[in-house]
């Protein structure tokens, strides 16, 4: 029995790390005279850790943490104008088209079409993930659309409780191991991992294999035949 | 019949838009060499309205289009220091305590015992706004708690038909004639409003006079009275 599918966005429908890697070399350029690449990047992970109890996750929070790492890897003497830059890189992160993923479209179709109850579950930015939804032009497809800030058993629990019939006849299905699948599979739930090849340092985590309801698929286009495996209890 | 009321949470339930006046008196002074404060407000109060369909509201964003002003009021010329300095302004936006307005607790524990249905309902920041309803402390007498990106009529129709029996049985209170009455009042439901004297002047709106469902109270106190009236048919 399967109540209710899950399904993570940015990065398992819709390409998202890609437009922070550009923006991430964007900035490493304008601070090229301050500090060599990997050096930057380290300066930058270490303020995303930090900011990421204060600010959240999203595009405002990472360009208010690239404003800050410039400003502090440069001694504080890095331009207004390369300040400017780095906020305008940022803006762009908010404004990109939504390029949709391989068998995105026809896999959100085909769940839809079989009946399954399927629910968006993303986190971050309430506002640029509504407007990403919406341009997506996949939302009539779902049920439901769940923003949420933190992705953590609890939620999955609550999510699937209000969309389905409980965590234990739902599966989430997503790229990120830390945030989509872990967790999941802790509240009880199916955890589908569909790799991307770009995924955020911070979401990693290890894969965890010998969970039961742990399952890996090479692509996004494998889901419907394992939901349907799932459906009749030979997943 | 009254099925669910809807409360506002920013400057209806706690203190939030002083907060945001003090961060612009600081802005103000760390860019005093550069534009006097009327001038400065107008240049500041202009970039919110480009930046809001970009960034949405709150902190973030807030922060944000105060870079770009201090930027531009400089022409270019800000320092890095000040710049990091408007960044901490923002931040401590993030952090301060809530301060629960006069009768807030007294009336939210009183509508919670009367057996009311009753639905935060927020908008802004998600990471934000979560944080700050968990150290109000009032959150378990919500039946729920909307966060929402705008606060528009069919916000609030679908809010109040997912919690209660629909708009036309429902009442929105706040301090917001643009984002809590005005709307609320056109999806069909009661749109009470309880003025506060610091609202920020892109929530600005005339008040609906004529609409029957419109209120006014003096404070927040007065709304257990009003609840029970309308409850009965007698608003």
Redo the contacts between chains.
């Keep these: 029995m399967l109540s209710v599918i899950g399904l993570d966005a940015d990065d398992t429908l819709w390409q998202n790390e890609r437009y922070y890697r550009a923006a991430e070399a964007e900035f490493a350029a304008l601070l090229a005279d301050f500090a060599d690449p990997p050096a930057l990047q380290e300066r930058v992970d270490a303020c995303h850790r930090t900011n990421m109890g204060?600010?959240?996750?999203g595009a405002?929070?990472f360009?208010?943490t690239l404003?800050?790492a410039?400003?502090d890897v440069?001694d504080?003497?890095?331009?207004?104008?390369v300040?400017?830059k780095i906020?305008e890189v940022?803006?762009e992160l908010?404004?990109h088209p939504i390029e949709l993923l391989p068998h995105a479209r026809e896999v959100v179709e085909t769940l839809s079409a079989e009946g399954y109850r399927i629910v968006l579950i993303t986190k971050g930015?309430?506002?640029?993930q509504?407007r990403k939804i919406a341009a997506s032009l996949l939302d009539n497809h779902f049920d439901a659309v769940e923003?949420?800030?933190e992705k953590r058993p609890e939620t999955y629990n609550g999510i699937f409780a209000r969309h389905g019939a409980g965590a234990a006849s739902a599966m989430m299905v997503g790229n990120s191991l830390k945030s989509d699948i872990i967790p999941a599979i802790t509240a009880g739930a199916w955890g589908v991992y569909v790799p991307h090849e770009q995924t955020w340092a911070l979401e990693h985590a290890e894969p965890p294999e010998s969970a039961p309801r742990y399952r890996k698929l090479a692509h996004l286009g494998e889901l419907p035949a394992l939901a349907a495996r799932i459906a009749v209890g030979a997943g």
Excluded: N
């Design positions: 204060i600010y959240g996750v405002k929070s360009t208010l404003i800050e410039a400003i440069s504080g003497v890095v331009s207004a104008d300040l400017r906020v940022g803006r908010l404004a930015d309430l506002f640029h509504e923003i949420v800030s």
